[in-house]
């Protein structure tokens, strides 16, 4: 299996400051942004001009499964997301190779994703086009 990594997301407290200092102050563009009822939070993607990298900004709620917990300085790193080619054949894998889940395989917009962890507990997405039937 090949991965190839697709961006980093960090997880931020207030999500309107964060943006207001990647777009504004270092100059970033938004490429997307979305709510997301599944995590009760809300996402934004962001590229340098001239970059093909993406740094996606994420919030979460207090409550939501995928909140961290009480935001420490300097403890931001959300995930790291990999693109592949076949989700589902990546997700098992892993898990044969005795790697973590974090969450099956799921739909959200165009893209099927996954999460495992990493040996320190970190979040890695795998993110790729929806399974053909």
């Not at 996402?43 to 093909?52: A, G, K, N, Y």
């Not at 959300?78 to 589902?88: R, T």
């Not at 959200?108 to 039937?133: H, M, Q, T, Y």
């Amino acid at each position: 299996m090949r991965f190839q990594l697709a961006y980093v997301g960090i997880q931020v407290r207030d999500i309107e400051r964060s943006l207001a200092f990647y777009r504004d102050i270092l100059g970033m563009r938004i490429v997307r942004r979305a709510r997301v009822p599944e995590t009760k939070g809300e996402w934004v993607e962001l590229r340098s001009p001239d970059s093909r990298l993406l740094l996606e900004l994420n919030w979460y709620p207090e409550g939501s499964k995928f909140f961290a917990g009480p935001y420490r300085r300097g403890d931001a790193l959300d995930h790291i997301a990999f693109y592949c080619e076949d989700v589902e054949g990546a997700y098992r894998e892993l898990l044969a190779k005795g790697v973590r889940s974090a969450q099956a395989p799921f739909m959200e917009g165009g893209s099927l994703l996954a999460f495992v962890r990493d040996p320190d507990g970190l979040w890695i997405e795998l993110n790729g086009p929806a399974a053909s039937s």
